[in-house]
T-cell receptor, first 116, second 114 residues
Framework: DTAVSQTPKYLVTQMGNDKSIKCEQN?????MYWYKQDSKKFLKIMFS???????INETVPNRFSPKSPDKAHLNLHINSLELGDSAVYFC???????????????FGPGTRLTVL | AQSVSQHNHHVILSEAASLELGCNYS??????LFWYVQYPGQHLQLLLK??????LVKGIKGFEAEFIKSKFSFNLRKPSVQWSDTAEYFC????????????FGKGTKLSVKP
């Protein structure tokens, strides 16, 4: 069974479109994350949710809106896509304890977004 | 600002050579340290982690890393690499109290020649 899954794996779209990427984890974790990996392989956190509540919101354009319908899902919706949004987006999850103490994050397979 | 540096962008080795990949982090008090590996076309997988205790940490596939607090370093080592170790290696740091935020280095690409 896949622990952290993302759909779709590949997404090719035109500038200006709106798209969503879905993430699901079956690990029973209460914290989920979205990371962006650019063309130079640099990974940067975008958002983090703990028990459906936003706890990290890095400097990301407000065209990006995460939504967590429940603890097992964290979806990423992107409005008005731009060329610079092309990247690989990784979802991850972990189980927080002692407040926000970090434990190991488990990553999904990534979604390669290409904006034409 | 909190940051993680991986000094080697691309390392090329022959099989059976020894490997050491550098990772340094900026000072920030308590840290949790990780090495992740990304094989070509695949997602990130955890190699090893350090939270506390013995600063020499052993991970999967024969990898180990040593936390040297005085040098703010967490270098990854393997005594004898294999062709299958060809991948991108990422060092990541969580600064205590930063609400789970992982800060990644820019990665080191390892190419192992058969």
């Amino acid at each position: 069974d896949t622990a952290v899954s993302q759909t779709p794996k590949y997404l090719v779209t035109q500038m200006g479109n709106d798209k969503s990427i879905k993430c699901e984890q079956n690990l029973g974790h209460d914290t989920m994350y979205w990371y962006k990996q650019d063309s130079k392989k640099f990974l940067k956190i975008m958002f983090s949710y703990n028990n459906k509540e936003l706890i990290i919101n890095e400097t990301v354009p407000n065209r990006f809106s995460p939504k967590s319908p429940d603890k097992a899902h964290l979806n990423l919706h992107i409005n008005s896509l731009e060329l610079g949004d092309s990247a690989v987006y990784f979802c991850a999850s972990s189980q927080a304890s002692l407040g926000y103490t970090l434990v190991t994050q488990y990553f999904g397979p990534g979604t390669r977004l290409t904006v034409l | 600002a909190q940051s993680v540096s991986q000094h080697n962008h691309h390392v090329i080795l022959s099989e059976a050579a020894s490997l050491e990949l550098g990772c340094n982090y900026s000072y920030g008090g308590t840290v949790n340290l990780f090495w992740y590996v990304q094989y070509p076309g695949q997602h990130l997988q955890l190699l090893l982690k350090y939270f506390s205790g013995d600063p020499l940490v052993k991970g999967i596939k024969g990898f180990e890393a040593e936390f040297i607090k005085s040098k703010f370093s967490f270098n990854l080592r393997k005594p004898s690499v294999q062709w299958s170790d060809t991948a991108e290696y990422f060092c990541a740091v969580n600064y205590g109290g930063s609400q789970g935020n992982l800060i990644f280095g820019k990665g080191t690409k390892l190419s192992v020649k058969p």
